[in-house]
């Protein structure tokens, strides 16, 4: 029974992770709690040690790594009195994303991309479901697996680095949402390389293979559109400021993610565009090679026809054939034969044909 | 005369089923009576039956389930004063899906769709017209033929699970339309089956039945792009919630809803994207296999081209060919032919022809 | 001089009738006067005697038949005080369909189509300007050619079936609108039965005729949306109820109506689809059919040309060849020439060429 | 060095004329002085002299033919205070059709087409700036050749027909206008006589030539689509009638103005889908024939092929083969020769490939 | 690492300049003092030298050439109170051009363009960021490399052409962006002059170069595209006036501008679509040429073919064959191998193959 088959006979807001489960997997919850003057870094096994770590005057951000355990999920929705909506679609980890007002809370949704490559081929993009709840003073993040592009965020709110400390939640949440989009582009230009790579190949040897890396570029292009499209609207909406929650020094940040989507879009339609023409030059590329095997091909095959033609006209057996019997018509026949073969050459020349 | 020709002579208004007929089929009108605290089951014959079992307190939701019997459908319109024209597009069962707010009651059409696969073929999907009629202490529902996709939601209300039995008559509404949704993606998701297994069809042997499969899937997409489209649209009326039948605590499920039908359209997309894909991929394979086979037989024609002709100067009879007489001249002929054709082999591979 | 030419030199407000001219057609008038206890029907030869027939608390509707005098049509612009550019509007019969707001009357263009079919050929459709003037309690209709979708109309007026004669000029007006609109699912319906018509000749025998059935088709589909597509938008005018002349109680009537352009202009949408997929399958089983004639073709050249050159070869008239005194040479030369064609079919049919 | 490159050099508003330049063209003004009761009209050398015609109590109307007399445009620019970025707009004469509210005056800019057709050629299509400054009483035009579609209303205003004198400027604005768009029908009737042409070719003889002609055809639609469409949103502006220049009792005028550009962006974009159609029709027929060709031609060569074969077989010059010494042997082989050819166009046929 | 990589682990607002670096590149800071009396103009090395040359009454303009030294950039953002991710932009050279209002200054992205040709090569455009931050008596541009088109706007402030001293900085903003948009057309007329070179070499030879040439022509045009369209978004923002930093006399010159932008759009989408003509008129002229020699070809082939047959029949070896006795049987063969090739040739003619 398919994940959506089973979820079908679900009532809403039941609370059931419909991603690829590896039962091994264990929630990990890591907590910051900081302050402009301080900060404090935790891994803890239950949200009820992450809670405990809560003070006033700070702000506090939760991620928890992994959506199989869904006790921690249902905790949250109790202790931060979150709509039993939201909890599912963090765990219907196939969501669009999109940022919604709930008044106390923003929920947002992105999504992370990964990027794979095994040796020179194409490359493979995994998507994983982010989902932020962004409060006052708090901010929950939730991802389906280990491994993020939070680092460098980690590392300024540890060091103090630029204004992350002495922002606020909302801030936070931008510090994010900017991390997930400057990887969109170190993703893009690993595609870009592909790009440049299948071009030159283009040119070199236009093989079947780079017709797939050139569809599984597309098909890869489509999904992204996907991903990063919604995103757009979904930055729009924080950066049109309609909810308190996002404070106005913060908007100026935002408005600058929502140019940077933009220009990932910018980058993605321009990709799209040149896999688009490379297809065509595939397709354009091969039929001309083919067309002028075949040229070649059919030229020989004409200019031997008649030659042929020909010796066979004096392989006849008639009685009554002067030229047989003549010195000099055997040397003369092939003559004619070199003259013949060198006139459909010239022929064709002149015709552009060869 | 056809239905449409039929029909075109009535007034507006006028009661008859657009649907296929099959004379056999009475309507079986089923009927839950509930509130928070305890739930009332029972199939009647008639309408009057159903009418009833209605208390007060309670939400009554009446099921009818086949359209033949339009007597039915009057007494709805007499009992709950419902408009002539909704009665009409109850019974005119190519309705788009729709919204319509007439104060009262609203009028809710939206389409069900039933996937049937006969062994490995294409899946075909059938599209039922379903007409809720919301109203602020009942809802109304109209089905074509028995068999529907609301089972998961009846359980819940018989055994309390979830919110259905506490949240009203307009949650109801949400919870079928929401199932209906469900559904969509479990069909998608048997598409998607489909469009994989011709994928791989398509690496390992693109027949022409493959494009006819490719054809049949793209032809799905359309239709299910118009059944799902307009959905959105009604849905988006219902969230905005203009009217007073969807309470304010309702909303928010809707919202839901709205990005289900959002979900669903995206997933027929990039099905769509990918059902294009498969098709220049099946045409450029078929003309590629096409090319290779013609460019192996015209350079096995080529080779042996030149080799008859040798063959047919020496099948000449002048009296005066010095070579016929040398005793080495048929082995070194017999070579010459070989080289040829070893050179000409060498020179289409040189060339990357073969 | 084209009309167009001609038309181009009149001043604006010009009665001159664009259209193709039957000088033998006389305008017929038909007049309708009504309320909800009576009926009163006549065809007159005049407006004046038209105008002799209305009565207080009655709706008169008048219809002409016929705008090659426009004698006539001055004599309403006169008696009503309708404006000129409407005049000008009715006479210059390629409109698009629209609906124009003048105060005290609207002004309403639509298009009644009419399908003429010979025999099982791509059926024709001919389209000609309907135009309506609404007032308070008349409305005139304009019509190029006698012959009509309005007889039900007609008969629901003479008999008092529904609510036509209850409701007023605004609710005819949406009556013979809504028989138009009717009478383009008829359209349709036959358009869809030579779609099918088409596509089971494309399985059957894809012919050169059949891809010009699918253009003709295809060109239909044009002619067709561009005339229902700004209906459309009349009618949502009409619906909005900006203007008094259409009643409260008239517009979910209208409302009606718009929903059905709408479901026309679906049909139309996926007709267009339809046939574009079917151009499609028209190229690619041309081509395959093709290439499948020339495949087999060349096969057959391919085996007997080294058969050929095999029998070239011991045509030779060399004196020194010891195989041809072999006494069973040329048995087992037939025996391999046997063999070179059974080898090498079993090849093509291994690569599965053939 | 281009016009372009020129004009970057030049502060903006500097009066250079950027068309193409007849030195011997002299600028031709042309006054038309009127009110209701009379008109008065004359051919001035300058400005001066046309102002010096202007009464009270009338509307005067200056057509400037000619733009490479700058020192006019410098006048006007002085004398009715127009704005200098205005002036430069009239001189540089690749402006998109526009209209744009400075106050006290309207600058509305279209563009007037004429076909130009050499025999049985694709018509030519030159276009040709028109820019009109239309005031509370005076309407300035600026043309840049002789030659105009005016006279028909420069004849209304001769002889009073229709309203043309007792409009004011702003209808006159409108008549010209109005010219200016049923010119674009004619020429459209000329397009679609065009594309008659190339149908019927496209059915007898589909040559090379059509193909540039159709292309052609699409160009053309390309550039006329360019000046139609924004005339469109400049109509537009008019007709909602911000400015007070257009009186009310003018605005109907242009709301039908507005109409009539509609229907002809409908008749451009139908003639496009139209030429498209004959592209493809064209294609298709051209590979049909191609196929048609190739495929006789093949067929004949596979039946000789193996009879050519045969005869090769008996040419053969073994000592032992029985067969050449029967007596009936050549008779017999000439007839199984017969054979094989009949029993391959039966094949052949029955297989529908000839 | 990739600058984006890089750029990835930096938190927002870090000064970091992404474009390309060449080390011995030093900023060059050239200062305008002027007002309409006077004008001062300057290089200096640092920042701080040019803000010493600001004076009351004046309008200041610091072109910024090169951003490598990053230093000036803060120092600018210290002085004029620059927020950081206006800073950040400046530096980020792959911004869209946009217009953000950040209330006591505007910050204004456009893209210069640069065309090198070599030869005859297609046109390469290089693009360069520019960016403007316009306040209230100031104006700071910042270019990344020397060479500008902005001499003619310098010369004009020079030399008190036109408006540009009396009107303050808004109006230099305009200039300079229009210097901008005036060197866009010169760059499409060079694109131009290609595409006619392209055409014409279409008709004489259409080669594979001449298709990379499109090629190369169309990604042109889809880069140029995605530099221009955001202008004019960008100018529109200007033009409706919202900053109180654009004055209402400049308002007129940024509406003009708008106009340009969108003229320059229009000719980029009908190179466009003239490229994409150019690509079709290439493919059917190279299947025309390829399937014209295939014809003639294979004509050729044909005609041979049966003449070759009834030469190999007379070169059989049958005894009794009667006609190889006949004194006038070779003479009558030949004359029928003539019939039956010009026969052919005649049935090819008349069936227009030939």
């Not at 770590?53 to 928890?64: E, M, Q, S």
């Not at 008044?103 to 095994?118: K, N, P, S, W």
């Not at 170190?186 to 040119?203: D, F, M, P, Q």
Request: proline share 4%.
């Amino acid at each position: 029974m398919s994940s959506y088959a089973r979820k079908a006979q679900l009532p809403p807001g039941s609370l059931v992770y419909t991603g690829e489960t590896h039962t091994e997997e264990k929630a990990i919850i890591s907590v910051f709690v900081y302050n402009e003057a301080s900060v404090f870094e935790q891994d803890v096994p239950t949200l009820v040690d992450a809670l405990a770590l809560r003070k006033k005057g700070t702000t506090i951000w939760i991620n928890i790594n992994g959506l199989t355990d869904t006790a921690n999920i249902a905790d949250i929705g109790v202790h931060f009195n979150i709509h039993a909506l939201v909890l599912e679609d963090i765990l219907h980890v196939a969501q669009r994303p999109k940022c919604e007002d709930y008044g106390e809370y923003l929920f947002i949704v992105a999504r992370m991309l990964d990027v794979t490559t095994a040796g020179s081929a194409t490359p493979e993009v995994s998507s994983e479901q982010v989902s932020c709840i962004l409060g006052k003073d708090y901010l929950i993040t939730f991802q389906e697996h280990p491994g993020d592009v939070f680092e460098p965020v980690r590392n300024r709110l540890r060091h103090a680095k630029g204004q992350v400390r002495r922002m606020g939640a909302d801030y936070l949440a931008y510090a994010l949402l900017d991390a997930i989009v400057d990887n969109y582009f170190v993703i893009l230009e690993r595609i870009g390389e592909e790009s440049e790579a299948i071009e030159e190949g283009l040119v070199e040897n236009p093989s079947e293979a780079l017709m797939h890396r050139i569809h599984a570029m597309k098909r890869l292009m489509i999904s992204l559109r996907r991903s990063i499209w919604p995103l757009r609207e979904a930055v729009n909406t924080m950066e049109r400021g309609e909810s308190a929650l996002i404070r106005k020094r913060s908007r100026l940040y935002f408005r600058d993610l929502y140019d940077h989507t933009i220009q990932v879009m910018d980058v993605v339609e321009s990709l799209r565009d040149i896999a688009g023409g490379m297809l065509d030059t595939y397709l354009s590329a091969m039929s001309n090679r083919m067309n002028s095997v075949m040229k070649v091909l059919t030229i020989i095959a004409t200019i031997f026809i008649p030659l042929t033609f020909i010796a066979g006209v004096y392989g006849m057996n008639f009685e009554h054939m002067p030229e047989l019997h003549h010195p000099w018509a055997y040397p003369i026949t092939l003559l004619v034969m070199f003259g013949v073969s060198v006139g459909m050459l010239i022929f064709f020349r002149r015709k552009r044909w060869i």
